[in-house]
Nanobody
């Protein structure tokens, strides 16, 4: 099992930037990627960004060109750099360790506890 701890959330104004961190430890043989999700009350969890062990990244259309996912394997940490934040980015952000299937579908497995991001207008 992989343990995940997010940090870096907070309250910012629209247009500001934040960087979320996800420190991870432990291992699971089949994991080949990590991801960031977000969730607002009453809605299902939304996939925001993925980063494969190969370094390939992918983003939801709503955050493309504003968010950047990266990993520092030496520090066992994944990051989400969020620029030009909008009020609609307000959510609890979760990091995840999972696996891309052969068809390219991401399957989430282990979750962090989440960090709140609030963007005021």
């Amino acid at each position: 099992q992989v343990q995940l701890v997010e940090s870096g959330g907070g309250l910012v104004q629209a247009g500001a930037s934040l960087r979320l961190s996800c420190a991870h430890s432990g291992s699971r043989y089949s994991i080949n990627a990590m991801a960031w999700y977000r969730q607002t009350p009453g809605k299902s969890r939304e996939l925001v960004a993925t980063i494969a062990n190969s370094g390939n990244t992918d983003y939801a259309d709503s955050v493309k060109d504003r968010f950047t996912v990266s990993r520092d394997n030496a520090k066992s940490t994944m990051y989400l750099q969020m620029n030009s934040l909008k009020p609609e980015d307000t959510a609890v952000y979760y990091c995840n360790a999972g696996r891309f299937s052969e068809s390219g579908t991401y399957h989430p497995w282990d979750w962090g506890q989440g960090t709140q991001v609030t963007v005021s207008s």
